[in-house]
C-alpha cells in the first residue's frame, strides 16, 4: 500500500462566482476515503481548512491557503476543479504542483457532480500541467486506490470508473481536516464579499453533501454526466435512505448545523426527496439546495416541508417561452408548473428564486422579451426572485458543442452574469446585455421604495393648458383623512411621499401634513409647487424648513411671456421666479431643489433657456418631462415626441454637467446614446395616488391604458421596462377626475 497526500489547492474565484468554491474540497475528501478504505496510508491538505480568505486581485478572490511544508507521500493527488478552469494553465493550481515537482502527481478531477463542470480534452490539460504524471477524469473512488499502487510508467490520460453502488462508498473524510478552521473560512467568505442577503447562506456550520450523481435529462445548456459515452442513456444514481441516513449523522457528529445537498437536480425521485427531508427533520439540520428543483416534481407538501427547513427555494425555469423551454432547452417541463410553486411558496412565506437564461441559439428576440416579462411578472405577483444569465456554452455541454466553445476563456463565471457570450444569432453580445440591464432596473424598480402620492388639494392659483387636475370644482382635501391615508399607506410599507395637487400649498394644512408624515416614518418627503406662495419671504422660510426633503418647482418658459402662455397667469412668472430666489435663500442643509420643466409645443423650443434660468436661480436638479396623457387637452398641447426629443438632447448636452438631468414620458427608443438620463416608468411603479375625494388610484395602471407597442417593440431590448408610446389624441379625461367633474357640474 502507498503512502499518499490528498491535496485541495487554494481557489481564486470572480467576486460573482457561480456554484460554490468553498465547497468544492467535498470530490477531494470522498477520494482519501476511497484511498483509506483501500488499505493506503492517506493525509489530506485542503486550502479550505485554512481560514485565508483575501482580495487577491480587482474583482477576484483568494480562498484559502496551504501549509509551507506539504506532507511526505509516496503519491500525491492534486485536486483540479471547475474554478481552475481547465484546459488553461491556473496559477493557484500550477504554484501547488510547481512545488511537487519530481514527485509522483496525480492530478484528478474527482467530479461528484453538482457545479458546472468544465470539459475540454485531457491530452490539453495534461500538457498545461507538466508536473502532473496522470490525469485522472470524472469520478475518482473506483479507480484512485489501484492508480496510486501502481502509476502507470508513461504520462497519460485516465478515464474513471463510476461506482456502481454509492451506497458502498466510504463517507467522506470530514474527520481528516479542521472543521472549525473550514467553518471560519466560510463566515470570511461572507463578510469578504458584503452581499446585503444570501440566498443560501453558510455562516452557520455549513457543510456539502451528494446524495445522487449525474441527471436523466439533457438540457442544453447543462455540463452533467461528463464523460458520457455517446449512445449511452443519461441517468442519475442516487444514495439509499439508510445511506443518507449515514452521511447526515456523520455530518452532525463534526459539527455541521446546515447541511448544503449540492446534487444536480436532487427531486428526480419523490421518494428519495421525501427520505432526504425527513432525515434532516428528524436530525434538526437546516438544509440549502441551492441548484434548482425541478418544479414539476415539487409537490405542495414538499415544499411546505422545506419552507421548515432552508433560506430559499431554487426552481429553473430557463425560458418564459414554453417553445424555447421545448424545443431549444430540451427541458420537457410545462412552465404552469412554476407558477404553481411560486404561489405555493408564497402562501408557506418561502423564499423563491426561479432561473433563466436568454441569448440561447434559436431563441428570438420577442422571445427574450417574453422570458423577461414572466420573471418579472412572477417577481410582481408571487414576490419571487429572478435570476437571469446568460447562456454560456461551457466545454462539454452540448449548447458548446452546437456554437464551440468560447475563445480565450480565462474564467467562464462573469459570462453567466456580466458578459453576454456570442450564442445568438438574434441578439449581439451587447444587445443581449442591453436587455439584461434594462431588466435590472425594471426590476430594482419594481423592488424600490413604495411611495404615496397625495394631491392635497384640486385648487390652483395657475390654469396650466396640460394640467387634468386644473379642471372642476375646486376644494381641498379633508385633513383627518389625509392624516389617516398617510398612517394607512405608511403601515403597508410607503416610505416616500409626494404632495402634489392643484397646488399643494393653497392647503391651509400643508406643514401640519409633511410634519405628520415625517413623524410616523416617511423617508423622504417631495413638494411639488409653482413657487408663488413663496414671494411671500415669511412663507418661503416656514416652506424651506417645512421637513420636506425635496421641492420641485414648476416653471414652463424663460420669461413672463412664455411661461404665461403655458399657465394662463401673466404674473405668474415674476412670482415663482421670486418664490425659487426666498427658498433657495432659506434652504437649510441636505434640501435638495429641483426645477420641474413640463414640454409642451409652445414652450419646448425654450428649453435650454430654461434650464439655464434654474441654474441662474440656485437650483441644481432639472425634470424633464414630456405631457402626461390626461384628457383631451393633451391634443393642444402635447409636441411631437422627435421635436421634443431633440431639445431634450441638447438640453443634455448643454447642462449635464451642471445640472442632475432626469427625463420623463419619453420611450427609450427617442433618446438613443442618452438612456441613462432616462427615468421611466419606475417613477410611477407602486405608487398609490390619493385625489381629495378618491380612495385611490394606480397610477400606473391608468397610464397604461393610455399607451401601446408598435410592432417593432417586440424586438427592442429596452421594452421589459419601455411603458410603448403614449397616445397622443383623443385622450379622455381619467375616469376619477371626469367623476369629479361630473360631481361638480
Not at 481547465?86 to 504542483?97: G, I, M, T
Not at 419552507?307 to 412552465?335: F, H, M, N, P, W
Not at 436587455?435 to 404615496?452: D, E, N, Y
Not at 388639494?457 to 394640467?467: E, L, P, Q, V
Request: net charge neutral; hydrophobic share 40%; with cysteine.
Amino acid at each position: 500500500m502507498a503512502k499518499v497526500a490528498v491535496v485541495f489547492p487554494p481557489l481564486v474565484v470572480s467576486r460573482d462566482f457561480v456554484d460554490y468554491p468553498y465547497f468544492a474540497d467535498l470530490g477531494a475528501l470522498s477520494a482519501a476515503a476511497a484511498l483509506a478504505a483501500a488499505g493506503h496510508q492517506v493525509e489530506v491538505a485542503d486550502a479550505l481548512s485554512m481560514p485565508e480568505v483575501r482580495a487577491s486581485e480587482p474583482n477576484r478572490l483568494t480562498l484559502g491557503a496551504l501549509p509551507e511544508r506539504l506532507p511526505e507521500a509516496d503519491v500525491f493527488v492534486v485536486a483540479l476543479t471547475p474554478f481552475h478552469r481547465p484546459p488553461r494553465r491556473d496559477p493557484a493550481l500550477a504554484s501547488v504542483l510547481e512545488r511537487l515537482a519530481g514527485r509522483p502527481v496525480v492530478l484528478a478531477d474527482l467530479y461528484q457532480s453538482g457545479q458546472h463542470f468544465i470539459d475540454g480534452p485531457g491530452t490539453e490539460i495534461l500538457e498545461a500541467y507538466p508536473e502532473a504524471h496522470v490525469l485522472l477524469r470524472y469520478e475518482a473512488e473506483v479507480t484512485l486506490p489501484s492508480l496510486v499502487a501502481r502509476l502507470p510508467s508513461e504520462r497519460q490520460v485516465v478515464i474513471g470508473s463510476e461506482p456502481p453502488d454509492l451506497d458502498a462508498l466510504p463517507l467522506p473524510a470530514w474527520d481528516r481536516i479542521d472543521r472549525l478552521a473550514r467553518f471560519a473560512l466560510n463566515e470570511r467568505v461572507m463578510a469578504e464579499l458584503g452581499r446585503p442577503t444570501w440566498a443560501f447562506p453558510i455562516d452557520a456550520p455549513s457543510l456539502p453533501l451528494i446524495t445522487s450523481r449525474g441527471c436523466p435529462y439533457r438540457c442544453v445548456h447543462c455540463s452533467s454526466n461528463p464523460g458520457l459515452r455517446p449512445g449511452v442513456p443519461k441517468r442519475q444514481r442516487r444514495l439509499s435512505p439508510a445511506a443518507m441516513a449515514r452521511h447526515f449523522d456523520q455530518l452532525a457528529r463534526v459539527g455541521a448545523r446546515r447541511v448544503h445537498v449540492l446534487d444536480e437536480l436532487c427531486n428526480v425521485s419523490a421518494a428519495h426527496f421525501d427520505a432526504l427531508l425527513e432525515l434532516a427533520r428528524a436530525r434538526d439540520l437546516g438544509l440549502e439546495i441551492p441548484n434548482g428543483l425541478r418544479a414539476d416534481h415539487l409537490s405542495n407538501p414538499q415544499i411546505e416541508a422545506l419552507a421548515r427547513r432552508i433560506t430559499t427555494l431554487s426552481i429553473s425555469a430557463e425560458s418564459g417561452a414554453q417553445r424555447v423551454v421545448t424545443e431549444v432547452v430540451e427541458k420537457d417541463l410545462d412552465l404552469s408548473h412554476i407558477r404553481r410553486v411560486a404561489e405555493h411558496a408564497q402562501a408557506v412565506g418561502l423564499p423563491l428564486l426561479v432561473h433563466y437564461l436568454i441569448g440561447l441559439p434559436g431563441e428570438s428576440r420577442e422571445e427574450i422579451n417574453q422570458t423577461l416579462a414572466h420573471a418579472l411578472e412572477l417577481a410582481r405577483s408571487t414576490g419571487a426572485t429572478p435570476s437571469v444569465q446568460f447562456a454560456t456554452p461551457l466545454p462539454g455541454t452540448r449548447l458548446a458543442a452546437k456554437l464551440g466553445v468560447l475563445p480565450a476563456v480565462q474564467d467562464y463565471a462573469p459570462h453567466f452574469q456580466r458578459r453576454a457570450s456570442p450564442t445568438s444569432e438574434a441578439a449581439s453580445p451587447s444587445e443581449l446585455e442591453a436587455f439584461a440591464q434594462t431588466f435590472a432596473l425594471r426590476l430594482a424598480a419594481l423592488r424600490g421604495p413604495k411611495t404615496l402620492i397625495l394631491n392635497a388639494t384640486y385648487r390652483c392659483n395657475n390654469r396650466c393648458a396640460f394640467c387634468a387636475t386644473g379642471v372642476g370644482v375646486e376644494r381641498d382635501g379633508d385633513f383627518p383623512r389625509q392624516r389617516e391615508q398617510l398612517a394607512a399607506h405608511r403601515r403597508l410599507g410607503a416610505t416616500r411621499l409626494e404632495l402634489d395637487g392643484g397646488e399643494p400649498t393653497l392647503h391651509p394644512e400643508l406643514f401640519e401634513l409633511i410634519r405628520h408624515a415625517r413623524e410616523i416614518g416617511y423617508e423622504r418627503v417631495t413638494l411639488t409647487t409653482n413657487g408663488r406662495r413663496a414671494f411671500y419671504p415669511a412663507y418661503a422660510r416656514q416652506l424651506a424648513q417645512s421637513g420636506a426633503t425635496r421641492i420641485r418647482f414648476s416653471l414652463q418658459g424663460a420669461s413672463a411671456a412664455s411661461h404665461g402662455q403655458d399657465v394662463g397667469v401673466p404674473e405668474a412668472f415674476d412670482q415663482t421666479v421670486a418664490g425659487i430666489t426666498n427658498v433657495v435663500r432659506a434652504s437649510p442643509p441636505g434640501l435638495e431643489l429641483a426645477l420641474a420643466f413640463t414640454l409642451t409645443r409652445s414652450n419646448q423650443a425654450h428649453s435650454s433657456d430654461v434650464a439655464a434660468l434654474g441654474h441662474e436661480l440656485g437650483l441644481r436638479q432639472l425634470d424633464l418631462q414630456i405631457v402626461t396623457p390626461f384628457g383631451p387637452a393633451t391634443d393642444s398641447v402635447a409636441p411631437d415626441p422627435h421635436d421634443a426629443a431633440r431639445c431634450v438632447m441638447q438640453v443634455i448636452d448643454e447642462w449635464s454637467e451642471r445640472l442632475r438631468i432626469r427625463v420623463v414620458n419619453l420611450p427609450w427608443c427617442f433618446l438613443p446614446g442618452y438612456e441613462r438620463f432616462l427615468a421611466p416608468d419606475r417613477l410611477v411603479l407602486g405608487r398609490e395616488v390619493r385625489y381629495p375625494d378618491d380612495d385611490g388610484v394606480n397610477l400606473l395602471e391608468y397610464l397604461r391604458t393610455q399607451r401601446s407597442y408598435e410592432s417593432r417593440c417586440a424586438t427592442c431590448a429596452r421594452k421589459v421596462f419601455c411603458g410603448g408610446f403614449h397616445r397622443r389624441s383623443g385622450v379622455p379625461l381619467p375616469r376619477w377626475l371626469s367623476g369629479r367633474v361630473d360631481r361638480a357640474s
